[in-house]
Nanobody, 119 residues
Framework: QVQLVESGGGLVQAGGSLRLSCVASGRTYSWYAMGWFRQAPGEEREFVAAISNSGGVTYYADSVKGRFTISRDNAKNTAYLQMNGLKPEDTAVYYC????????????WGQGTQVTVSS
């Protein structure tokens, strides 16, 4: 099993920045690709960003491309989401997830951290 704990959420004004962190424990962290997802009130969970197990490949939703950056530090068992130029529509609970390399599914999820962007 892999346990994930997010942190770094909070309340910011539009145009501000936040850096989310996700610390993993349990199985070998470097085996897993990592992703960030978010869910706004009344909305479906949506994909935000992903990074390969080595950190060499990243992918972003169009809505955040150019504003958000996903990264990881395998030595620290931590993934990050740097969020710049925040907009009110970015308001959501943000979750990190680890992709099971056997099932090729995001099987492990953190508890979420709230990001609120005021206008």
């Amino acid at each position: 099993q892999v346990q994930l704990v997010e942190s770094g959420g909070g309340l910011v004004q539009a145009g501000g920045s936040l850096r989310l962190s996700c610390v993993a424990s349990g199985r070998t962290y470097s085996w897993y690709a990592m992703g960030w997802f978010r869910q706004a009130p009344g909305e479906e969970r949506e994909f935000v960003a992903a990074i390969s197990n080595s950190g060499g490949v990243t992918y972003y939703a169009d809505s955040v491309k150019g504003r958000f950056t996903i990264s990881r530090d395998n030595a620290k068992n931590t993934a990050y989401l740097q969020m710049n130029g925040l907009k009110p529509e970015d308001t959501a609970v943000y979750y990190c997830a680890a992709k099971n390399p056997i099932r090729n599914e995001y099987d492990y999820w953190g508890q979420g951290t709230q990001v609120t962007v005021s206008s």
